[in-house]
């Protein structure tokens, strides 16, 4: 499906995506970047991916990118990641706020990447990698919004991504979301 799948911050929902693209071989490579040591240790136990010590090598090359931490990060991240970040590849989120985040990314000026927020409305009370699953987005929606000039294909791309999570996919202006 991609050639090269990063995952940044692997907690609930991040390791539950990590999961799902392994049991599903939706990448041949898959990439990991979490900021905490403890949550990389348990990668490295875990998973047979490539765990990058830092968030910028984790994007380098990849098709899909997608930042699954708590939305006060994002700007670092994106700021980190801005020069690896492959022509063409998909840029995508996992939060539920959308209009602060859209913001953050079109002040950037990323140039030539397709960004599709997407909110799976998925989870539990349970948090951090050791509480992800692979089913956790089965029969769940997952709400996808992009602008205008984003590359149909792009979205049907990551609508597929999605689905076979055992997502419900369905898109969504900005505003509306």
Not at 72 to 95: A, F, Q
């Amino acid at each position: 499906m991609f050639s090269k799948l990063s995952i940044i911050g692997c907690g609930l929902i991040g390791s539950s995506i990590l999961r799902a693209a392994v049991e599903k071989k939706l990448a041949p490579k898959i990439s990991v970047h979490d900021k905490s040591n403890q949550v990389m240790e348990f990668l490295k136990k875990n998973f047979s991916v490539n765990t990058c010590p830092n968030v910028s090598e984790a994007a380098k090359d990849a098709d899909l990118i997608i930042i699954s931490t708590p939305l006060s990060s994002y700007k670092e991240i994106l700021l980190s990641i801005k020069s690896s970040l492959k022509v063409g590849s998909i840029l995508t989120d996992t939060g539920s706020a959308k209009k602060e985040v859209n913001k953050i990314v079109n002040n950037l000026g990323l140039k030539n990447i397709n960004w599709i927020a997407s909110h799976p409305i998925a989870g539990t009370e349970h948090s951090g990698p050791a509480a992800g699953f692979s089913s956790l987005f089965e029969n769940r929606w997952c709400i996808l919004s992009a602008a205008d000039q984003v590359a149909k294909d792009k979205i049907e791309n990551l609508k597929k991504f999605w689905s076979k999570l055992g997502s419900k996919v369905k898109t969504m202006s900005f505003e509306d979301h």
